[in-house]
């Protein structure tokens, strides 16, 4: 049966004492894990490209605010593609993850949840994520499809490349892409630069995530850009985060944005600053605590382009 599970506990890196271990049924509760539920950071980096390219929209079509409808299709595109993601990665990877102390617990390995289980809830949360999809413009509709690609491959990267994380910025910054289709039906240069900022930006971000699990990686083989910068990982993060923010200021001059849209750039260039002075390479409970504040990074760069058409539209 679909819902025939054990619940032998909470998975080792999941947030502890969440809902989905506190509120939801035992037979439920795999499956949350497999969604990563408890975990809402990654659905979050997955959305900010979309609510930053649709701010970026409002911005250029003169509207004082993003269209309210497309930012809650893309939050419930978000969840279900990221649930999605996560649960085709675990499929992939169960042979890795059980051989990494921070990922062996996880449902399929842990065998809280067979891969035929994980297979039919993949499913479920793709069909909830075309029907997100189905309610945009064609050319979103498309261009959401092709999206696929990049999600397919990522997973796979890790094993034959050491910049597996450039791979998961193709995937996760593809919401650039969608904001600025969703208002115009079509795509200028300025989506592309945000997307390519996004590319750098996510770089980053999972590099620092990545060092939490350099040792067994290297163990078993898994290829990374944590491992590949190494002591080095401060300078890269400075290149990277540098790009990111001269891709998103170009994304907003070619978008006519104005000085509210850059002080938020500027500010979110102080978070980042603070990101690569306090990082400590070999403390993994720090990297994952940095990997999350980019949450906070998204919201600053939001409120930035929010307030900027805000004023453009004379409110």
């Not at 260039?269 to 990082?279: A, E, S």
């Not at 409970?285 to 949450?295: M, V, Y």
Request: glycine content about 10%; overall charge neutral; aromatic content about 14%.
């Amino acid at each position: 049966m679909f819902f025939s599970t054990k619940d032998t506990g909470p998975v080792a890196d999941a947030v502890k004492r969440h809902w989905v271990d506190t509120k939801l049924p035992a037979a439920l509760r795999p499956y949350a894990r497999l969604a990563r539920w408890e975990r809402p950071i990654g659905w979050w980096l997955l959305l900010w490209p979309c609510w930053w390219s649709a701010a970026l929209a409002a911005i250029a079509a003169g509207n004082s605010f993003p269209n309210i409808w497309h930012l809650f299709l893309f939050f419930a595109g978000a969840v279900a593609m990221r649930g999605a993601g996560c649960t085709y990665n675990d499929i992939v990877d169960v042979n890795i993850d059980a051989q990494v102390e921070r990922t062996r617990s996880r449902p399929i390995p842990a065998g809280q949840v067979s891969r035929t289980q994980a297979k039919v809830f993949l499913v479920v949360q793709a069909l909830i994520g075309l029907l997100v999809l189905l309610q945009f413009n064609t050319f979103s509709i498309v261009l959401g499809i092709v999206s696929l690609v990049p999600v397919a491959i990522y997973p796979f990267m890790k094993r034959i490349t050491n910049w597996p994380q450039m791979f998961l910025g193709f995937a996760f910054s593809w919401g650039a892409f969608m904001g600025w289709a969703a208002e115009f039906g079509s795509l200028s240069l300025a989506p592309v630069l945000l997307y390519i900022g996004g590319i750098c930006w996510t770089i980053g971000y999972d590099t620092i995530y990545a060092h939490q699990d350099k040792e067994d990686d290297a163990l078993v083989g898994v290829k990374s850009t944590a491992r590949l910068f190494g002591t080095r990982t401060k300078p890269a993060l400075m290149a990277l985060y540098g790009l990111a923010t001269l891709f998103f200021a170009s994304a907003a001059v070619l978008a006519d944005a104005g000085p509210a849209a850059f002080a938020g750039i500027l500010a979110g260039v102080v978070h980042l600053g603070w990101q690569i002075v306090v990082l400590d390479i070999d403390d993994g409970d720090q990297c994952l605590k940095l990997f999350r504040s980019n949450g906070t990074y998204g919201w600053i760069l939001f409120a930035g382009f929010v307030a900027d058409a805000l004023i453009g539209a004379g409110l």
